[in-house]
């Protein structure tokens, strides 16, 4: 309760002060204001208007009416790359002489109200690279006029202008940019021409597109660490760094025109896209060598067990072939023994000739054997696969060795 009483005993004295503000005012302006009293130094503007066309210029017929033109940049409010277009807030003061509007009995200069400048001629000037452009109008319009007792008159208003600007972006984002303002009126007269240099904040370009791309380089290497043997793993990883990348690209190129040029964050946006998806061909590279390591050592372990068996099967072969000449050779002497003729001689001899020719089959084999053999070893040596561990600590070293060479190749020749 005690609170609402001191509000309300505020706002009495708010409202009690403002009428004393207000009476003051009043009777600071009452010479100005007041009904019977005459400011005898203000000329009769309906006198003066007699007689004005404000469709012809100051002295038609004659010279041209030279105009005096300044301009103060309030903001540069927005710059659009897209449309390659800025806006802009001037202030545009223009200056001219109206010997029509002189006045004599005073030399007092006169600030009129923004509706007079209806009733006056004014310079056609207009902004030539303009898209769209407007007065401001709150809480009237934004115009002065001021008029000397010469006739020169002065003339402000506030405009706020969307303008071309042909930007080359090859650089982007470190680039730099010059906007032009032009100022003309109808006709062959000279143009007015302001020249805007333009340099772009590269810090908020390295928070938002260069960190987050370094970033996914480096979680890319991390693969490198991780266990032949953890496919999931690292081909998720390897297949994620890659679609972030995508979406980063292309997040960063819906703010841009479709220009045919190259623009250096396309070129930075690349490299990195290449060294995520070189990471993820190299776990594809070491896992293959891997894969290929188990299997010739499969199939060098089977052909082991076969040439082994071969051999055992090959002694075992032998030995029962020894028997089995032994066998005959005893056969035949107890034969020769029986018989003793030539016959039973040429007998015995018989076994040999056949026992040589079986035994140089056997070698002619066994020799091209060992050729194909040769051969493959041969073959095998020539692509031979590197170890998938060794692949990855390479890697570990080249990587970043790699892009940081780049890196240093980039930013030299975007900056210099």
Known sequence: MASVTFVIATLALLFTGGNRVARCMLSDVGDYAGAEVEISWLPNLDELMKGYARNFRPGIGGPPVNVAMAIEVASIDHISEANMEYTMTVFLRQSWRDERLSYNHTNKTLGLDSRFVDKLWLPDTFIVNAKSAWFHDVTVENKLIRLQPDGVILYSSRITSTVACDMDLTKYPMDEQECMLDLESSGQFPRLSLRFSLRRNRGVYIIQSYMPSILLVAMSWVSFWISQSAVPARVSLGITTVLTMTTLM??????????????????????????????????????????????????????????????????????????????????????????RGQRGGDSGATPSPGAGGDGDGETASRGSQSRKGEEQKCCRCAFKPIDADTIDIYARAAFPAAFAAVNLIYWVAYTM
């Not at 060098?300 to 071969?310: A, D, N, T, V, Y």
């Not at 072939?321 to 035949?332: H, I, P, R």
């Open 250 to 339: 292309i997040s960063a190129r819906s703010s841009l025109p479709r220009a045919t040029a190259i623009k250096a964050l396309d070129v930075y946006f690349w490299i990195c896209y290449v060294f995520v998806f070189a990471a993820l061909i190299e776990y594809a590279f070491a896992h293959y060598n891997a894969d290929y390591s188990k299997k010739e050592k499969a199939k060098e372990k089977s052909s082991r067990g076969s040439s082994e068996s071969i051999v055992k099967n090959g002694k075992q072969a032998m030995v029962l072939f020894s028997l089995s000449v032994a066998g005959m050779n005893q056969g035949l002497l107890v034969q020769s023994r029986g018989q």
